[in-house]
């Protein structure tokens, strides 16, 4: 498969994600998920309203609009004008949806779904190595490879993903040993003081090899994405890249288009 976009996110702050802390609305998709589970609110009942939800829970209606558009994007709801907030499942579905936006969406999509690590190794630069990060620099990386699921009873992988630290944050290891959910640069910038201004986003069709198809347990030559995520800080400089691969019928890549000026 030749066909492949690329997305750049920059990092842009709306007036709505200043009025809410990220992390409140991850905490509460949490909860409604739980909820939903347990059948507290059973598979074709309607949700509370927001402004319900938002007494319920002590949180304010831009954290409910966001816990509530997690839960969509993992299909155990639907919303529709004059019917309400409908739940559809029980348990997450097996393709998963980013519906992505900016960095602090990506930031929050991380801390959505479960990481079981792989391996962890230093690797020195190389022409193979350059070649598929599609990154000419001559760095050292530590490399994290993991597998990513919907939750931690899901058996099926979502995704494979190779990723790469520049070798100069040492301490990352730790880091993600202690936050196994949470992104990576997110961590790195915390620690480092580093700040990300951009992510370069390709994502480009293929058919799985044998080892992710073992791995991913699913079919050699099955169709897939690769997903390239190169991550930049505020000085130009590459410090981290990902290269995620996971079978097209379990992954869904959804991109929101702004007008910047209007006409």
């Not at 990506?106 to 391996?119: M, Q």
């Not at 058996?155 to 290891?173: F, G, R």
């Not at 910038?189 to 198809?213: P, R, T, W």
């Not at 997903?227 to 996971?246: G, L, M, P, Q, W």
């Amino acid at each position: 498969m030749s066909v492949h976009t690329k997305v750049y996110y920059v990092r842009t702050y709306s007036q709505e994600f200043l009025n809410m802390k990220q992390a409140l609305y991850v905490q509460l998709a949490q909860k409604l998920k739980h909820a939903i589970s347990a059948g507290r609110y059973p598979v074709g009942s309607l949700l509370p309203t927001e402004l319900e939800l938002s007494e319920i829970y002590s949180a304010s209606r831009h954290t409910i609009r966001a816990a509530i558009a997690e839960l969509q994007a993992l299909g155990l709801i639907s919303r529709k004008k004059g019917v309400g907030t409908k739940v559809e499942a029980s348990s997450p579905q097996k393709n998963y949806k980013q519906t992505i936006g900016s960095i602090e969406d990506l930031i929050a999509f991380s801390e959505t779904y479960e990481r079981t690590f792989l391996s962890l190794q230093k690797v020195s630069a190389s022409k193979k190595l350059a070649a598929e990060l599609k990154y000419s620099g001559r760095k050292d990386w530590i490399q994290l490879s993991y597998l990513r699921y919907v939750d931690s009873k899901s058996k099926l992988p979502l995704s494979i993903t190779d990723n790469y630290v520049d070798a100069k944050y040492k301490e990352v290891a730790n880091l993600v040993k202690k936050n196994p959910r949470t992104l990576i640069s997110n961590l790195i910038e915390k620690k480092y003081g580093i700040s990300i201004a951009e992510i370069k986003q390709e994502v480009i069709g293929v058919a799985l090899n044998k080892s992710q198809a073992v791995v991913l347990k699913s079919k050699e030559n099955a169709p897939g994405l690769k997903i390239i995520r190169t991550y930049i800080d505020s000085s130009n400089d590459v410090f981290e890249i990902t290269i995620t691969v996971c079978p097209a019928d379990r992954h869904t890549v959804i991109s929101k288009l702004r007008r910047d000026v209007a006409i």
